[in-house]
């Protein structure tokens, strides 16, 4: 009897050659670890800033990839992809996040280690380069999950973590937006559709330990002290080596309304690939409260999906030394792990 080998994020199984059916399925989960995979927000991205959001994708996975290739956890790599991503100025997290209504930054991001069920989060953190790490210390050094603005900065500092000035947070990019939006007629929630969004990533590692990270500089032009769906546990993240682990991105009110991250898992707990959960996730959040938005997902065997309704997501994943990634529904470019950026030769 010949063993299905299960082919990452397409669901599609086929016999695999020359292993015996005694091995079971350790000898699958074995080929398909270490995985990660990461995103970088949900929406319509415009032509010119597309390259760029592709670019930072690929470049997060591969620097959470070269941990878990070393032996690293999946924790250290979902902290290191999504850190990667706080310090590009092209998406809605760490530098780059938009602003208030009142033109200032307040960030929030979470982490969990699906081994344990232990998370951390941060909301509305102000001066904090890159929140993800500054989650991992909630909860990796104190008995809460959550800490929020003045509590959080207080905590940060106790840590050592240097604080840093507003300003070296702020792109150019964002504070055109917010002065866009402070227009009578402006739609700052359909806006926000305009600019790369929240980022996040999922990862198995060679052990078979599963971790999620999500950060984000939240909704454009939104009330001071708005706390979105990021730092809450179940909507902004979930992570379970039972059973995989979610990073969303979208309208955080719309996600919250429907716990997307843990919905998606209930879906995957009930026997559907994480392919089929995620679509049946987004579904039921645009069904249920016309929200839009992706995921990108992992299970226990390595299997991986990016899925989203909104118009774009740029995505990116690594596993088996190989690169995949794209923007728009249906793609999945591939190249080696170590090819360099600026000749890549991609197929489809």
């Known amino acids: ?33 270490p995985v990660l995979a990461v995103h970088g927000g949900a929406g319509h991205i415009p032509k010119e800033r597309a390259e760029i959001s592709c670019a930072g994708v690929r ?27 706080e310090n590009n100025p092209a998406y809605n997290a760490g530098r780059g996040s938009v602003l208030t209504r009142h033109g200032h930054v307040e960030m929030d991001a979470i982490v969990m280690d699906g081994r344990t069920l232990a998370s951390g989060a941060v909301s509305a953190v102000k001066g904090i380069a890159n929140p993800v790490q500054l989650a991992r210390l909630v909860m990796e050094k104190t008995s809460h999950l959550c800490l929020t603005a003045e509590g959080a900065s207080e905590f940060a500092r106790a840590m050592g973590i240097q604080e840093v000035p507003e300003e070296s947070l702020i792109t150019d990019y964002a504070r055109m937006r917010w002065r866009k939006n402070l227009q009578p007629d402006a739609n700052p929630v359909e806006c926000q559709m305009g600019k790369m969004g929240t980022v996040g990533a999922v990862a198995v590692d060679s052990e078979g330990n599963i971790a999620c990270a999500t950060s984000t500089g939240g909704m454009l032009n939104k009330m001071e002290g708005r706390v979105g769906d990021t730092p809450c546990i179940g909507c902004g993240g979930y992570a379970d080596n039972k059973v995989g682990a979610v990073s969303p991105t979208g309208h955080g009110e ?23 959960a995620a679509d049946m996730g987004l579904t039921y959040m645009k069904e249920r409260v016309e929200g839009l938005g992706g995921v990108v997902v992992v299970d226990p065997q390595g299997v991986w999906a990016a899925r989203f309704n909104s118009l774009q997501m740029a995505w990116a994943a690594a596993q088996n030394d190989q690169l995949h990634y794209g923007l728009y529904a249906g793609e999945d470019f591939t190249q080696p792990i170590e090819q360099p950026e600026q000749n890549s030769q991609e197929t489809h």
Not at 6 to 30: L, N
């Open 1 to 33: 009897m010949l063993v299905p080998r299960i082919y990452a994020h397409t669901g599609f199984i086929q016999p695999c050659k020359g292993v015996a059916c005694g091995e079971d399925s350790r000898v699958i989960a074995a080929a398909m670890l």
């Open 59 to 85: 470049d997060a996975a591969r620097a959470g990839y070269a941990i878990l290739r070393a032996g690293g956890s999946a924790m250290d790599a979902v902290v290191e992809a999504v850190t990667v991503l």
């Open 254 to 276: 719309a996600i919250m309304k429907v716990t997307l991250a843990r919905l998606i898992l209930f879906y995957m707990e009930q026997g559907k690939s994480a392919q089929e």
